[in-house]
């Protein structure tokens, strides 16, 4: 039988039955990064600059390092200042509120998911040593990767001030990762609404209802412990360019598990799977958390297929 249904039964269905660092900064003279979603831009014209001019451009904020001649003290503290602002920004993103909750003025808006996921992990391809240090396309690749850590590394450290625990963190993931999955097996979209992001919930609503169209029930169950969790991805999204501290969390991790699947049709007869088989099964789920709501806690916002 040819099934096309959700992701994760038809992996659990085709298993059960197959068994220079120079370029690091752009160059010697400049560096530059834009955020195409962000509300800034930023440019270090040359190292031996000692000033800093700051302008406006429909709505984006653009600080500029360039040369000057002598700076009191104030503004090379001012310049220090508004260089590590920058370099905080950068590490975020930012999303716009929606067109209603822009027209709405000074009434205050909560925005409880930003409704994407940011910069969705895809594994980088593995370039040889030599091109990697040799070439300029390896610098650009090394810039590039480098930079990809420092986000992950910049959102974990934020993450960490508001108590982030490891440890904590994966045994909750694996709670939620078991309950996301015995809610789908019997379609309680009631209880699924309160585990996942509104947009996340529309995409799994419409999972179920493919499924129930084509099998009356099914049998789901996680073997415990898992086989490996860990996280590939960190990523903040800020909402609100004023306040850097007003931002959204997304840790991408990836789940090792071995499961049981058994799908029956309206008579009770055995359609696909076969629960006597432990099936491995990778997933690559995001989990997302608000830092600057009080009592938010982590949700399923999406799921990446590799």
């Not at 309950?179 to 209880?191: P, R, Y």
């Not at 996340?200 to 129930?212: A, C, G, P, Q, W």
Request: charged share 25%.
């Amino acid at each position: 039988m040819a099934y096309r249904g959700p992701p994760m039964f038809r992996a659990l269905l085709g298993a059960s039955q197959n068994r220079g660092l120079s370029l690091l900064l752009g160059s010697s003279r400049s560096y530059s990064c834009v955020i195409p979603n962000g509300s800034f831009s930023w440019a270090v014209p040359e190292f031996n600059c000692r000033g800093i001019s700051s302008f406006s451009h429909k709505g984006q904020s653009t600080f500029v390092l360039t040369r000057a001649s002598a700076l009191t003290l104030q503004e090379k503290k001012n310049a220090e200042f508004l260089t590590f602002l920058s370099w905080a920004r950068f590490m975020t993103t930012q999303v716009k509120a929606p067109p209603q909750a822009r027209q709405m003025g000074a009434l205050q808006v909560t925005m409880l998911s930003p409704g994407i996921v940011y910069e969705p992990y895809a594994p980088r391809e593995p370039i040889p040593f030599w091109r990697r240090w040799f070439t300029r396309s390896g610098w650009r690749r090394t810039k590039d990767d480098i930079i990809l850590e420092l986000k992950s590394a910049y959102a974990i450290a934020k993450l960490r001030k508001s108590g982030y625990s490891k440890k904590e963190f994966y045994e909750e993931a694996i709670k939620l990762y078991k309950e996301i999955n015995f809610l789908l097996a019997h379609g309680d979209k009631k209880s699924l609404r309160k585990a996942v992001t509104e947009k996340m919930y529309s995409t799994l609503k419409n999972d179920i209802k493919m499924r129930e169209s084509m099998w009356h029930k099914v049998y789901w169950e996680l073997i415990e412990p898992v086989v490996k969790i860990r996280t590939l991805r960190a990523r903040l999204i800020g909402v609100d360019r004023k306040d850097v501290n007003k931002v959204f969390i997304q840790l991408t991790l990836e789940f090792m598990t071995k499961q049981k699947f058994e799908a029956y049709d309206s008579n009770g007869n055995v359609v696909a799977g076969d629960k006597n088989k432990e099936v491995l099964v990778r997933d690559i789920w995001v989990f997302e958390k608000s830092l600057f709501h009080r009592g938010s806690y982590w949700r399923l916002c999406g799921k990446i297929v590799l």
